[in-house]
């Protein structure tokens, strides 16, 4: 169901970016499980260029009852761009819930302005993909963007609209970074450390996935995977 969009994600970043390997901890790239009706298997793939410190996308497919695609690009930490969020989930066709924004690391107006102002255009475009869905795990004014397509949808819309609309995110992103200034100040760059930092914390903590990896694959790789893959600068809750 997302194989297009992994495809996609790929060309540009190995079109766009001189990508190195990023290493990810043993036995957290690819885990098979059969506890449930239909296999699953969730792979992961992870790189890093001179721009982006962490590029990381994560596959689940439990044939017909999930088909998961969720990712997060990290900048350098001298640019303090928004992360580009992807989280697409498929449970039987019957339920699509896909969201996809330009992350904030701050709220003031003036990184509104800069980095979130410009997605304006493309949401409009795109108000089939922009429900206004209200959040239960997360709070929508921190981490999220006002302009985040967030939306409950059918796979015919997934194939056409999202996929275009993946695409020109992606374009915009690749263009504000190109145009990005990297910081120079060391206080400037610690601020932008503590806020990539502060989103794993936050995003760990809360991630919904949560219940779903320990149901597949158990309770302690789902919490290794979280910890230490996916928002590995969080620290596990006590
Ligand atoms: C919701 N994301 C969800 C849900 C799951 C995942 C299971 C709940 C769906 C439901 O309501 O039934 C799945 N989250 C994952 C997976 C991973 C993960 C598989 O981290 C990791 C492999 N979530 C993100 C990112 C964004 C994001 C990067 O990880 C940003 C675009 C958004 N996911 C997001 C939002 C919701 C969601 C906004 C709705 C949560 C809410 O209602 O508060």
Not at 47 to 75: F, M, W
Not at 168 to 177: A, E, G, I, P, V
Request: charged share 25%; hydrophobic share 40%.
């Amino acid at each position: 169901m997302y194989k297009p969009f992994v495809k996609h994600l790929e060309n540009e970043l190995f079109n766009r970016f001189n990508l190195q390997n990023r290493a990810i901890p043993t036995g957290l790239e690819l885990k098979v499980s059969d506890r449930g009706r239909n296999p699953a298997t969730i792979q992961s793939w992870c790189y890093q260029c001179h721009q982006l410190r962490k590029i990381r996308y994560t596959y689940i497919d439990a044939g017909e009852s999930a088909q998961i695609l969720n990712s997060v690009i990290y900048p350098s930490y001298d640019y303090d761009l928004p992360l580009l969020g992807v989280d697409f989930l498929s449970f039987g066709k019957i339920k699509n819930l896909v969201v996809l924004d330009f992350q904030p690391l701050f709220q003031d107006e003036a990184y509104q302005r800069k980095y979130i102002e410009p997605l304006k255009f493309l949401h409009a475009k795109y108000p089939d993909l922009a429900q206004n869905l209200e959040m239960k795990f997360y709070d929508a004014n921190q981490y999220f963007s006002k302009y985040l397509l967030f939306a409950k949808t059918d796979p015919e819309t997934v194939a056409t609209r999202l996929l275009a609309a993946f695409k020109d995110y992606l374009n915009l992103y690749w263009q504000m970074l190109d145009e990005a200034e990297p910081q120079k100040d060391p206080e400037d760059i610690a601020r932008i450390v503590k806020a990539q930092k502060d989103y794993d914390q936050y995003s760990a903590d809360r991630d919904p996935a949560s219940g779903l990896f320990s149901s597949y694959f158990g309770h302690e790789w789902a919490e290794r995977f979280l910890y230490g893959f996916l928002f590995e600068d969080a620290v596990p809750l006590a």
